[in-house]
C-alpha cells in the first residue's frame, strides 16, 4: 500500500483529503496541525518513510495574515522548506500543494489556463506562489539529480461542509439561519465555486498520475463555471423559504479584488478529473446538512 503525508490535516481541507485518499487505498499519515509544519525538530524524521507528501498547512485566515505579515512570511517560509525536508528524508518522489487561483493576479483572459501570467496581486496569491517556488526550487538545489517533482493544485473558491464562517458561503448559510439583513459587500463580482468533494478528488488524481522529477507541474481546480454573490443569496434564499435583506456594506469591497476568475481546467480532466458537484446540488446540500457520495 502507498504512503503519503498529509500536512495540515486537521483542517477543512485535510479532513476532507485525508478521507477521499483513504477511501482510494493510501495509507494517510495525518499531520493535524498547521503549526507543527514550523518546528523542524519535531517534522523532519517524524516520518520514516512515504511516497508522497500533501501538503495544506497554510496559515489561512486573513485578517491574521494582514496583521502580522511578517511573522506569516516567515512561517510560510520555514513551514514550506522544512516539508521538502521531511519529503527528502522520507524518500518521498512527489510533492502535492494547495495553491490557489489568486496566484494568477487579475485575469488578462478568461477562463484562466495554467500558462496565464503569474502575477498576483493579494497577500494569499503572493504567498501560494512563494510556497509553490520554495518547494520546486528547493527540490532541484537538493544534491544531485533531482528525485522530487511538484504539483501545485490552484484551487480557486472551494466551499463545503465544515468551512469557516469567514468565508462567503458559510457566512450566508449561517446568516440566512439566524435571520436579519445580510451584511455584504460587492455583489456582483463572479467566481469559480468548487465543490469540497471535487477539491479533494482532485488531489488523488494529483497523486495517481505524479509529476516528473525535478519538475513543477500546475493544475487548476475549479468547476469551469462562475457566480455571482448575488446569485449565491438567490439560491440559498430560495433554499431557506425567504427572500433575503442585504445590506451593501462599503467596508467589506476589497478594491483589489477582479470582477471575475474563472478556471480552465482542461489538465486536470486530461488527468481523468471532472467536477461531479453542480453549484445546486452542492449549496442544497450544505443547507440541508446532507452529505454527498464521492
Known sequence: ????????????????????????????????????????????????AADAVVHLAFPTRGKARRDRPFET???????????????????????????????????????????????????LGALKRLAESVLHDGALAVGGAPTIGVTALRIFNVYGPGQREGFVVPRLVASLRGG?????GELDHRRDYIHLE??????????????????????????????????????????????????????????????EECADVTRLRALGWAPRVDLAEGLAALWEGRALVP
Open 180 to 184: 436579519g439583513p445580510l451584511r455584504l
Open 73 to 123: 512570511l516567515q512561517e510560510v517560509l520555514e513551514g514550506t522548506s522544512n516539508v521538502l525536508q521531511l519529503a527528502v528524508g522520507c524518500g518521498a518522489v512527489h510533492v502535492v500543494i494547495a495553491s490557489s487561483g489568486k496566484v494568477y493576479g487579475p485575469p488578462r483572459r478568461l477562463p484562466i489556463s495554467e500558462d496565464h501570467p503569474v502575477a498576483p496581486e493579494t497577500q
Open 1 to 48: 500500500m502507498a504512503r503519503v503525508v498529509v500536512t495540515g490535516a486537521g483542517g477543512f481541507l485535510g479532513r476532507g483529503v485525508c478521507r477521499r485518499l483513504a477511501g482510494s487505498g493510501w495509507e494517510v499519515v495525518a499531520l493535524d496541525r498547521s503549526a507543527d509544519v514550523t518546528d523542524r525538530a519535531a517534522l523532519v524524521g517524524r516520518v520514516s
Open 198 to 259: 471535487d477539491t479533494c478528488a482532485a488531489f488523488g488524481t494529483a497523486l495517481d498520475h505524479p509529476a516528473s522529477a525535478g519538475t513543477l507541474r500546475v493544475l487548476n481546480v475549479g468547476s469551469g463555471r462562475t457566480a455571482s454573490v448575488r446569485e449565491l443569496v438567490e439560491r440559498l434564499g430560495r433554499l431557506a423559504g425567504v427572500t433575503p435583506e442585504v445590506v451593501q456594506d462599503p467596508t467589506r469591497r476589497r478594491p483589489d479584488e477582479a470582477p
